[in-house]
């Protein structure tokens, strides 16, 4: 069982910055895809970016590439999301996620989820 505690949200303003974080419980940690997901009230679940176990290959959501940067500290078993350039449609409750050995799937398929932190951008 891997345990998630993300941490890092907020409230900023149109343009700011934040750094989420998401510690893992489990040692094996480097053996799963990594991701954020997001979800903003009366909207469905939408992955964000993911990173892979092995090479550390990223993928983004067309809305996020060139704002958002995700990393993964595979010794410290701690994944990030670093958000630049925010807006206030980056709204949303943030999740990490981890998915055993492969990326990719619907967010139904992932394997296990913190409880989420709160992302408020305001105009």
């Known amino acids: 069982q891997v345990q998630l505690v993300e941490s890092g949200g907020g409230s900023v303003q149109a343009g700011g910055s934040l750094r989420l974080s998401c510690a893992a419980s489990?040692?094996?940690?480097?053996?799963?895809?990594m991701g954020w997901f997001r979800q903003a009230p009366g909207k469905e679940r939408e992955e964000v970016a993911t990173?892979?176990?092995?090479?550390?290959?990223?993928t983004y959501a067309d809305s996020v590439k060139g704002r958002f940067t995700i990393s993964r500290d595979n010794a410290k078993n701690t994944l990030y999301l670093q958000m630049d350039s925010l807006k206030p449609e980056d709204t949303a409750m943030y999740y990490c996620?981890?998915?055993?050995?492969?990326?990719?799937?619907?967010?139904?398929?992932?394997?296990?989820w913190g409880q989420g932190t709160q992302v408020t951008v305001s105009p």
């Open positions: 996620a981890a998915r055993t050995l492969l990326c990719g799937g619907t967010w139904e398929q992932w394997h296990y």
């Open positions: 489990r040692y094996t940690y480097s053996n799963y895809c």
């Open positions: 990173i892979s176990r092995g090479d550390g290959t990223t």
